[in-house]
């Protein structure tokens, strides 16, 4: 059975803080797959990221960067210097090669305030 | 990577009723699904909406509740049946875009749907 771990139900930043949102993940595969998806309030789901199981580099995006680590199963997310546009709940997922869908996370509620 | 249009994307029905969500995609997908997201909880898949046969659902979710069609490879339809408040969600279409080195997951904008 696959599982997400988002211990993290809700944090609270101030603008400019650099935040760091965990993501830990179980599964018996080994190929896989791990998503980090932002849903604002309008209620979509927006695809942040994917990682294969084969590609441990991290990955930086702007002001995003992402963590894999297949030892500790953690895919940790980070948001350098937020900004208020970052308020969102954000989704880890995992999925394998063969049943395609995907396992969520309860999702972190991230707020930043101005 | 594909373009996943939702209907409707918002609607309040009374209980009792019906509603038919549609899924409609840009290009030929294999693997189409549907999950629900009550409120403040995580997305859960309902099914996998298989073309040219029923649908395939997960642990308490049932056919009669949540009939699914998929007559071809860029559509599919979600009923949610004789409604009750407890129905309330935002239901998302999802689709994956597979190819021998990697798969995208992508999402429709949602259905949110309020039963009163």
């Known amino acids: 059975a696959q599982k997400v771990t988002q211990a993290q139900t809700e944090i609270s930043v101030v603008e400019k803080e650099d935040v760091t949102l965990d993501c830990v993940y179980e599964t018996r595969d080994t190929t896989y797959y791990l998503f980090w998806y932002k849903q604002p309030p309008s209620g979509e789901l927006v695809f942040l990221i994917r990682r294969n199981s084969f590609d441990e580099q991290n990955e930086i995006s702007g002001r995003y960067s992402w963590n894999f680590q297949k030892s500790t199963s953690s895919f940790n997310f980070t948001i350098t210097a937020s900004q208020v546009v970052d308020s969102a709940v954000y989704f880890c997922?995992?999925?394998?090669?063969?049943?395609?869908?995907?396992?969520f996370g309860k999702g972190t509620m991230l707020l930043v305030s101005p | 990577s594909a373009v996943i249009s939702q209907k409707p994307s918002r609607d309040i029905c009374q209980r009792g009723t019906s509603l038919t969500i549609q899924c409609q995609v840009d290009?030929?997908?294999?693997?189409m699904f549907w999950y629900r997201q009550q409120p403040g909880q995580s997305l859960t898949l309902i099914a996998t909406a298989n073309q040219g046969s029923e649908a395939t659902y997960e642990s308490g979710f049932v056919i009669d509740k949540f009939p699914i069609s998929r007559p071809n490879l860029t559509f599919s339809t979600l009923t949610v049946s004789n409604m009750s408040p407890e129905d309330s969600s935002i239901y998302l279409c999802s689709v994956l875009d597979r190819d021998p080195w990697d798969t995208e997951a992508f999402f429709g904008q949602g259905t949110r749907l309020t039963v009163v």
């Open positions: 997922a995992l999925s394998n090669s063969g049943y395609s869908t995907l396992t």
């Open positions: 290009s030929q997908v294999t693997m």
